[in-house]
């Protein structure tokens, strides 16, 4: 600590050039805040996917509907605790930019299948008794400022009403809340038998079925038997487990994950050389200095360590501002993709590594000068300058 | 007055290409404790070489140098610095003050390698500008300052760690008459009432008037040598 004047003094001592370095490493550290947020995003529902259970699709395609007489028949299957279904409703609130997902359930079946959505029991009732009742996540309610009584008009792009209107108008009956960070808190369910009799077709299908499983050892299994038992029916299904099934669904739009590590290991890589020159030049440029400490007895490996320390400072800084005002933009902005992206944090053990990762630039950057610099002959350091 | 720096021997050789220059040729020296002495000679005679090798900046190729009765030639290049930071303090000829720091902030460079508190720092610190005469002056930068009063906060950083043997390199040459018989009058007063050695190379003879003895340097050979 006691030389950490002298570290921030030589920082001061090119000022703009110091602003300018700092600025890039700022805005490198923003943009991993962004990146590994929208990664995290992503890749969220197959982090929180249950282990015990599992989706049946139909094996054409996820869009492909299923009959609902399948329910029955699933829960007949050995190791088969229960078996719900979803079907994807694909309605517009006010704008098609107002996205969040909308599922015709059954309440009851729902509810125990996912105890993560935690809803008090009042709402509970409630949800049972209202043939027109929805339940929103915490999320979207508050966007749009929705509460318990309010009616919604949800307009439909896929089922129109048997009268042939599009509009579906819902009340909303209670609020749903994740039982854990990461939960997906923005869905909109409502009731699948008020669904099924008002719709004007495909009556009796839904759009995939979830089974829990007794023992999540034998899943694999239990998603063969699945598939066995609807073997050369006209509607086969493809079983598999809810991680790979949200997987799969990510997969839908490329491999994201990649591209973006991609693209941040370009931007820290340009940045290496940025910051990594900047400090090369400025040691080279204070040899006589690094012979007057030499001189009053700072040894090869303090010198080493004045480098590398005022390297790390200026990465540290820089690094560490970029990352709390990402974290800051990101938790009070919320997803910037209007509910595309319905998990959107930024991941704590992100944060962590965003940290370490500031650390890392600062010895990169330092060691080669830092390693000049305590070779440096004291004399020939002094002679130099 | 008992010897503090004593040189036997010394040949100091540097490699050119293929060309072997010797700069230092088997000299001898001997310099007492409290001794004011100064080197002179022409250009490239060899005075700023012996001054870093008693000073542990540089090694001997042959011969021994001891100070204060320990031979440092064959110290490490981690025991030298530690051994400088305790025993030596050096004055350059353009100053070589760091200029983002404030002149307080120099002088203490040396005690950031002791284990003082940092108000024992301040009082060390204190007490060398006191004694080069710029108490007033301790919030400066060096380009705040001129030329004479940057030496001299020089000399406070070369004292601050109270050391036996202080080696200017030519520490006037930079500087007109009046701030130079300035910086004299400092070295002067630290060797008779302070009892520091000093060793100092100038070409100025009124400065070496000021030292108690002169030696002359000339192709890596002393000379002559009178006492003042």
Redesign the interface.
């Known amino acids: 600590m006691?030389?950490l004047?002298?570290l921030w003094?030589?920082l001061?001592?090119k000022k703009t050039r110091t602003i300018l370095t700092m600025l890039s490493i700022f805005i490198a550290f923003i943009l991993f805040g962004y990146l590994v947020t929208i990664d995290h995003a992503m890749n969220m529902g197959v982090s929180v996917a249950g282990a015990d259970r599992l989706v049946v699709r139909h094996k054409v395609s996820l869009i492909q509907p299923l009959p609902q007489s399948y329910e029955a028949r699933i829960e007949q299957i050995e190791g088969v605790a229960d078996a719900t279904h979803q079907t994807w409703f694909g309605g517009i609130y006010q704008d098609p930019k107002n996205f969040f997902g909308q599922f015709p359930v059954k309440p009851e079946e729902y509810l125990a299948m996912y105890p993560e959505f935690v809803l008090p029991d009042d709402q509970r009732d409630a949800w049972l008794e209202t043939r027109t009742g929805a339940i929103v996540g915490r999320n979207t309610a508050d966007k749009y400022g929705w509460k318990i009584g309010d009616k919604v008009p949800i307009q439909a792009t896929i089922f129109a009403k048997k009268d042939g209107s599009r509009t579906w108008i819902f009340d909303i009956v209670g609020i749903y809340e994740g039982a854990e960070k990461g939960v997906d808190d923005t869905q909109f369910l409502f009731r699948y038998d008020f669904f099924d009799e008002a719709r004007q077709y495909g009556a009796g299908n839904v759009g995939w079925y979830m089974i829990q499983v007794e023992d999540p050892e034998q899943a694999v299994a239990i998603a063969e038997a699945v598939d066995a038992t609807f073997a050369n029916s006209p509607a086969e299904t493809d079983t598999a487990t809810e991680k790979a099934f949200v997987q799969g669904f990510a997969k839908q739009i490329g491999n994201i994950s990649k591209i973006l590590m991609a693209i941040l290991a370009a931007v820290f890589f340009t940045i290496l050389l940025v910051a990594g020159n900047t400090m090369a030049q400025a040691v080279r440029e204070r040899t006589?200095?690094v012979?007057?400490?030499?001189?009053?007895?700072?040894?090869?490996?303090?010198v080493l360590g004045l480098v590398l320390g005022e390297a790390c400072l200026l990465s540290i800084l820089a690094g560490g501002l970029g990352l709390a005002i990402s974290w800051a933009l990101i938790t009070a902005g919320g997803d910037p993709t209007g509910g595309a992206l319905p998990i959107f944090f930024f991941p704590p053990g992100k944060l962590i590594v965003g940290v370490v990762l500031t650390l890392l630039m600062g010895i990169v950057t330092g060691t080669l000068p830092a390693l000049q610099a305590m070779r440096l002959?004291?004399?020939d350091a002094?002679r130099r300058? | 007055m008992s010897e503090l720096v004593r040189a036997s021997g010394v040949s100091k050789d540097f490699k050119r290409g293929a060309e072997t220059i010797h700069v230092l040729e088997a000299l001898d020296l001997a310099v007492g404790q409290g001794e004011f002495l100064a080197l002179m000679g022409p250009s490239g005679s060899g005075k700023s070489t012996l001054l870093n090798l008693i000073g542990g900046l540089d090694r001997p190729s042959s011969g021994t140098i001891e100070v204060g009765g320990r031979r440092i030639d064959d110290l490490s290049n981690r025991q030298l610095a530690g051994w400088r930071a305790r025993h030596v303090g050096f004055v350059f000829q353009f100053y070589n003050l760091l200029p983002m720091l404030t002149a307080a902030r120099n002088v203490e460079l040396p005690l950031l390698l002791t284990p003082l508190s940092k108000s024992e720092r301040r009082q060390q610190v204190e007490t060398a500008l006191g004694i080069v005469g710029l108490t007033e002056r301790t919030k400066h930068y060096p380009r705040q300052l001129s030329g004479g009063e940057q030496q001299r906060v020089g000399i406070a950083r070369a004292i601050a760690s109270d050391p036996n043997l202080i080696l200017a390199d030519e520490p006037t040459g930079d500087l007109d008459r009046k701030s130079g018989d300035e910086v004299l009058d400092i070295l002067q007063t630290l060797s008779s009432q302070h009892g520091k050695t000093i060793i100092m190379v100038t070409h100025d003879p009124l400065a070496a008037d000021r030292a108690d003895r002169t030696l002359h340097l000339d192709k890596g050979r002393l000379i002559e040598g009178h006492t003042a």
């Open positions: 006691r030389f004047h002298l003094a030589n001061r001592r006589e200095e012979g007057v400490l030499k001189a009053i007895g700072f040894t090869p490996k303090q002959p004291v004399s002094l300058g």
